[in-house]
T-cell receptor, first 112, second 112 residues
Framework: DVKVTQSSRYLVKRTGEKVFLECVQD?????MFWYRQDPGLGLRLIYF???????EKGDIPEGYSVSREKKERFSLILESASTNQTSMYLC???????????FGEGSRLTVL | GQNIDQPTEMTATEGAIVQINCTYQ??????LFWYQQHAGEAPTFLSY????GLEEKGRFSSFLSRSKGYSYLLLKELQMKDSASYLC?????????????FGTGTRLTVIP
């Protein structure tokens, strides 16, 4: 079975802190994605990556950065967390050329 | 810009049939996806349409009309476990074509 693992299910951080969200997939997928999910707004794409060291901005990249040093790992970084970044963050991976995504369980971040 | 419309909530009776509609206006199109998401869990892939017509997969079927920008997900013989959110997503054109734009989802409640 495809497995996408996110490092933390629940995090509580303070405004201004640096936050790392880690994601690892075990299916050798080229493509990896970070979404955030908010009530009434659905899933919104933050960043995605087609290959190691490559990244592309999604619809809402402001306030976020990403790192893909290894094919299986895609990290989302909040340089200085703000309260409006309180959300559920979902990582996903998929094979190049297909649209099917496999999601992790999500990381619920609360910024106080 | 991109836009996907689907009803916010629906209620249906166990054993019945329910149709969840989705209309989309997007700058690119490389396929239409349906995902299921139970409360507190990650979205999981249900179906994929790239050509016009009906795709059947057990109790679930999905239909696409590209000329009308319209899709529906049909659930037959509803079971209580089908209570979940159903997310319509469009695969936008681009490298790898994994870039999915999601609607806000339809929360389906199945009642006895």
């Amino acid at each position: 079975d495809v497995k996408v693992t996110q490092s933390s299910r629940y995090l509580v951080k303070r405004t201004g802190e640096k936050v790392f969200l880690e994601c690892v997939q075990d299916m050798d997928h080229e493509n990896m994605f970070w979404y955030r999910q908010d009530p009434g707004l659905g899933l919104r794409l933050i960043y995605f990556s087609y290959d190691v060291k490559m990244k592309e901005k999604g619809d809402i990249p402001e306030g976020y950065s990403v790192s893909r040093e290894k094919k299986e790992r895609f990290s989302l970084i909040l340089e200085s967390a703000s309260t409006n970044q309180t959300s559920m963050y979902l990582c996903a991976s998929g094979l190049l050329g297909t649209g099917e995504l496999f999601f992790g369980e999500g990381s619920r971040l609360t910024v106080l | 810009g991109q836009n996907i419309d689907q009803p916010t909530e629906m209620t249906a009776t166990e054993g019945a049939i329910v149709q969840i509609n989705c209309t989309y206006q997007t700058s690119g199109f490389n396929g239409l996806f349906w995902y299921q998401q139970h409360a507190g869990e990650a979205p999981t892939f249900l179906s994929y349409n790239v050509l016009d017509g009906l795709e059947e997969k057990g109790r679930f079927s999905s239909f696409l009309s590209r000329s009308k920008g319209y899709s529906y997900l049909l659930l037959k013989e509803l079971q209580m476990k089908d209570s979940a959110s159903y997310l319509c997503a469009v695969s936008l054109e681009g490298p790898g074509a994994n870039n999915l734009f999601f609607g806000t989802g339809t929360r389906l409640t199945v009642i006895p």
